[in-house]
Every structure is written in structure tokens, then in C-alpha cells.
């Protein structure tokens, strides 16, 4: 919220002199200054030029930190990065030629606009070019202020560093993880394998590694990574080559390993020879379900339940009879899509809540189920239009997309409490998995075809299985 005098200072545009325009709705407020239009004192539209404009530091005002990550964030969906950085710079020179007032002004805000919004993809070494020719205000930036963007400069090296190094361990883990030894080839061979129980037997430590995953793949996804899927799928005719080339890596590792761990479940449970064997996994992955709802552990939660919930695992009627479901329907009720998913919602208010009150490092987790999150985001963005029939940026869809995402930001900052257990994450993240095919061969020789349709299936699985063991 910025007062009058400062709204009217920012929109340096061909109005920018002409009066305020006021008009009462109801109990709200519309007022407009040049270019910015705003509702009871929150900006609701403006044109791209003004919202630029309004990102540059003047004599008595500077631009609020909720202002510059709202805009910066939804920016790529109208304009180039870089295009963005060159007209911001060259505004604060402007600015800086008006006097010394605003040397340290204008030098700070550099620093944090390039934070917030430079592209995560580049190596450090193309991070660190692009930045000496983007940001050209050496020569006007006080002493303090060029020390800010040196120590600004080296902390981002070391993040993208850092974002290098994950996604060079994702894609070695995903290699091994591809391996397909003979044992998981056929359910005779099973015996020669290690199952999750020979691994780990207890559901809370199991939990508590699944936590441990999941916290560290979130801290690597950035918050422009939401908005970039919307860039990608409706790019900028003059940027095109700049959005199809943007990645989404993190974000998309992060819904790979969801459906790995859906995967795993049903892998786990479809292996075993013996029922009894079957129906005690099926019993543990309940209690590992539980402990994750318990944590607030909402995405492992999901994926152990649409991997329980797969035809294949779902048609070993024999298998689940030995189970007792009771506890693992009341999970089922909790994650029910009914409603749009709105006994989780509530589930995920309350872990909110809980987070924001928290006496322990245990009691602020809280891990959104992770597809839902996403769809939430992509519908606000399809259902609303990004510019209005004057041409200005709906803002007021801006700020929806800011408090989604910086809800999530907050959840990802989470230092995970528990101890690590190397063994036990090596076998989550590695271990292979039956394909889509194999589970339900894998389903087939634990409990029988029981209709011709099966049978067909089953015969056609083996052929199909037995071709491709052989050709590779």
C-alpha cells in the first residue's frame, strides 16, 4: 500500500500530471492515478510501463518488498527478463542523474530485483556476464551499494551452483534407478531382491525419510518455475526461442518422484511369491501413510495412496481380504478428490495453522500434495485474464498468484528435524521399479486371470515383455 503522493510519483507516464480519478463501489474506493489503478488503497491494474516504472526508487519513495515480488514474479508472462533488467537500469539512471539522493536508493534495488527474478537456469559463469552487461551503474553506485550487489552477486554464483550439483545428482539417481537387474524381470527371481520390510520395518522412520526426500527436492524449486509452465504454454511471439528453452526441471523432478513412489508401492506389493507376504506390505505402507499424514506430509501420503489404489495392487481381492482396511479408508476419506479435494484442504489449513504456531522444528512441516498445488495455480491462471480490455496487467490475478506461491515458499524453507538414515534414502531413490506392464504381469502371477479379459491381457503382457527382454 503506498499513499497518494507515492502512487503519483511512480507513474511517470504522458498522464501522470492529470488529476486522480475517484470513484465509490459500495463500501470500496477506485481510485486512479495516471496509468495505476487501484481499489480501497491496493493496486488492481496498471499498465506495463507504469508497473515498471513503479519498480524504480524516487526521492521519497521505494518500491514495497510485496510489490516487487508480486510483478517480478508474473513479469516473463509479458516481457523478456533481460528486456526487464535493461528498462529498469536505465530508469534508475534517470533517476540517479536527478541527484545523490538516491544513490544508495536506486544501488539497493538492483540487488534484490535481480535475486527475485533472474532465470535459475544459467550456469554461474553465464550468470556472472550477464550481470556486468545488465548492470551497467557501476559508475553511480556509492561504495556500500557496490558492495551489496559484489555480496548479492556471490551468494547467487553459489546458489546456482548448488541448483547445478541437485540436478546433476537427480539425473544420476534416475539412471541407476532405470537399471533393470534380472531379479525384478520375474516374481521367481524376487527372493534374490531386497523388499522395503528388509530394509526398513518401521513405518515412523520410514515417514521421516519420505520427509526428508520431499523437503529437499521442494528447496530446489523455484518460485518461477510456477509461472514459467504458463510462459511456456503461451509464449511471447518475440520470445519465443528465450520460453521454450526455459526449464522446469525442479519442478518436474518433483512430480517424477511422486509417481516413482506411487510406482515403488505398487512394485513392493505386486513382487512377493506369498500372500501373507502381500498383505503385510500392504499393511505397512497404511501405517507409513498414517505416520506421513501425521507429519504433514501430504504428497507421500498421496502417492503410497494412488499406488495402493492401482489395478494392479487393487485387483489381489485374495491379498487385501488378510488386510485389515479400516485405517487406510480413513486416509482414503482424508484424500477423497469429492468437492475438490476439500477434506484436504481443510487437513492442509490445519497443518498451516499448526506450522505457524509452532513449538517444535517437527510441527512446522507441512508438504501440499504437490499436482493439487499446481492445478490450483493453473486454473487461477487460465480462469482470469492476464490483461484487461484497456490493455492493462490485471494485477488483482497477480497478487492471487504471489500469496499462492509464497505460501509454498514458506512450507519449502524447512529444515527437516529427523536423522538422516543413508540406507534407507538410497533404497527409496534408487531402487527399480516394475513399469506399468510389468506390475500387472507381476499382479497376474500373484492371484490368476479371473475373466477372459484378463486372461487375454496377461497373454498379451508376456509376449509383449518377452519381445522387448529380447531385443534389448
Known sequence: KQDKKHNEQSCRNNNATAAAKVRLYGHGITASYGEMCYHDN??????????????????????????????????RLFLHPYELMTRVCHLCVEQQRSGDALLDKVGLIIPLLVTLFLPRSLTPVKSTNSLTHALFLGD???????????????????????????????????????ERPASLKSKQGSAQRNDVLSVCDDPFVLAQQLTHIELDRLSFIGPEEFIQTFAMKDPLENHKGFFRKRK?????????????????????ICMPVKKKH????????????????????????????????????????????????????????QMDPSSNFSNYRTALRGATQRSETAHSSQEKIVIPFFSLL???????????????????????????????????????????????????????????????????????????????????????????????ENRS
Open 374 to 468: 499446481i492445478k490450483d495455480i493453473y486454473f487461477l491462471n487460465e480462469g482470469c485474464a492476464s490483461r484487461l480490455p484497456n490493455g492493462h496487467i490485471n494485477f488483482e490475478k497477480l497478487w492471487e498468484l504471489a500469496k499462492q506461491v509464497s505460501e509454498f515458499l514458506v512450507w519449502r524453507q524447512v529444515i527437516c528435524p529427523f536423522d538422516r538414515d543413508r540406507r534407507i534414502l538410497q533404497y527409496l531413490v534408487t531402487t527399480p521399479v516394475f513399469s506399468e506392464d510389468e506390475l500387472h504381469l507381476a499382479s497376474y502371477e500373484s492371484e490368476g486371470p479371473e475373466n477372459n479379459m484378463e486372461k487375454d491381457s496377461r497373454r498379451s503382457l508376456r509376449s509383449s515383455l518377452l519381445h522387448r
Open 248 to 268: 522446469t526441471s525442479n519442478l518436474e523432478a518433483y512430480v517424477n518422484w511422486f509417481n516413482r513412489l506411487s510406482y515403488l508401492v505398487a512394485t513392493e
Open 140 to 178: 553511480c553506485l556509492s561504495e556500500y551499494s557496490w558492495r551489496a550487489m559484489q555480496q548479492m552477486t556471490q551468494r547467487l554464483i553459489k546458489r546456482l551452483s548448488a541448483l547445478g550439483q541437485y540436478e546433476e545428482a537427480v539425473a544420476a539417481l534416475n539412471a541407476v534407478a532405470m
Open 42 to 75: 491496493s493496486l488492481v491494474s496498471a499498465s506495463l510501463e507504469a508497473l515498471i516504472q513503479h519498480l524504480v526508487p524516487t526521492v521519497d519513495y521505494y518500491p514495497d518488498r510485496s510489490y516487487v515480488f508480486t510483478f517480478l514474479l508474473s513479469s
Open 278 to 333: 502381500r498383505a503385510r506390505i500392504i499393511e505397512f505402507f497404511i501405517d507409513v501413510a498414517q505416520e506421513c499424514f501425521n507429519i504433514g506430509n501430504f504428497n507421500s501420503l498421496m502417492a503410497i495412496i494412488t499406488g495402493m489404489n492401482m489395478s494392479p495392487v487393487a485387483r489381489l481381492k485374495k491379498t487385501w481380504n488378510k488386510v485389515n482396511t479400516d485405517k487406510f479408508e480413513i486416509l482414503e476419506h
